[in-house]
């Protein structure tokens, strides 16, 4: 690197206190469970379990994987985990047994009944609790019914997202044991992508490693109180805005998916901020299956009718999420004591997929 590169690094890492020390802990692991097969679970399998016993509905907890994450919330997929934690973390009824199998079954008919059937595989695993039905050790369960920032194990873009809804992340994923806005936009900012670019390690097609005792010496700087407050109020529109996007899309899809096929959606037609109605039109078009026979005016109309009420109000969003983005930016900077000069060299020296706009306007959009 250039010396003067070095040199606001040097600024960067000097300008903040570690991670560890700012949330007052360490990011942890998502869960291991050793056989994905036994223990998650898609909605209509959870559905059954708990029909046949109600009281699983209490562990039996929605999951995120790393890919349900973006930037500033989580869009996950209808998906769940059973949550038996170990006898070394938890009191449950068959810890001091005689016979803990027989307790748990008598306690649990049909979680032991669904367990009963993968017993080979589980009791292979390296990662299990005190009896080969329950999960590792693990003693942080408690953080993931908790507000928490959440991230992916391998990272392309520079994704961190809010989590309060009480997510149980998978082994791809990571978790930062805080609900500070704030810290949520130094993690998603210019700033802290260029400075992992050249602190995380590389892996292959130049994703990042963030692993979590790297992530814990993270220089955050301790904003000021105004700083904070503007940081925090514009965040939080950008996790609102976020989910508003999530839920216009799920909406969508489903109606394109039950009144023209699209099974396959594709990206695009997911990221609807970006496009205008006749990309998104055509985009429907190219992939609804031919099997369906032509377009009709009907056909149009009600494509006319969804892109204005779900279509519209992405484009605005996507709109407003570009200055938001471009403010928190500025005020991260404004956090680091970065001048002028030095954020203009941030983008000159830009690495791959730096997200938001720099000072003269340039856009490179983290997709």
Sequence with gaps: EPPEVDALMEKIRGAGVPLREFVGGEPFYGIKTGFNGAFLLTSPERDELVAREPALAELIRPYLRGQDIGRWACDRADLH??????????????????????????????????????????????????????????????????PKIVYQEIQFHPCYAWDDSGLFGNNKTFCIPSADPYLLGVLNSPL??????????????????????????????????????????????????TRADH????????????????????????????????????????????SLGPFKPAHVQGLRDAWETYGKPAVARRIRADQLEFEVARLVELAYGLTAEDVRLLWETAPPRMPGRGPDGMVTRAE
Aim: aromatic share 10%; with cysteine.
């Design 192 to 241: 802290m992508w260029w400075s992992n670019w050249r602190y995380l390690p590389h892996m292959k097609d130049e994703a990042l490693t963030p692993a979590g005792f790297l992530m814990a010496a993270l220089p955050i700087a301790q904003p000021t109180p105004d700083v904070r407050a503007a940081v925090e109020s514009r965040v939080s529109e950008l996790v609102t805005s």
């Design 81 to 146: 985990m059973i949550v038996l934690r170990s006898s070394e973390n938890h009191p449950w009824p068959w810890a001091k047994a005689d016979d803990p199998e027989a307790v748990f079954a008598t306690c649990h008919p049909a979680l032991h009944a669904h367990m009963k059937q993968h017993e080979e595989r589980l009791r292979k695993r390296d990662d299990q609790g005190r009896y080969w039905w329950e999960l590792r050790s693990c003693a942080y369960y408690h953080l993931f019914e908790q």
């Design 247 to 290: 839920d216009a899309a799920r909406v969508l899809l489903d109606w394109l998916r039950s009144e023209h096929g699209l099974d396959k959606p594709g990206h695009a037609l997911q990221d609807l901020g970006a496009l205008d109605y006749v990309a998104f039109e055509a985009e429907v078009k190219k992939r609804r299956p031919k």
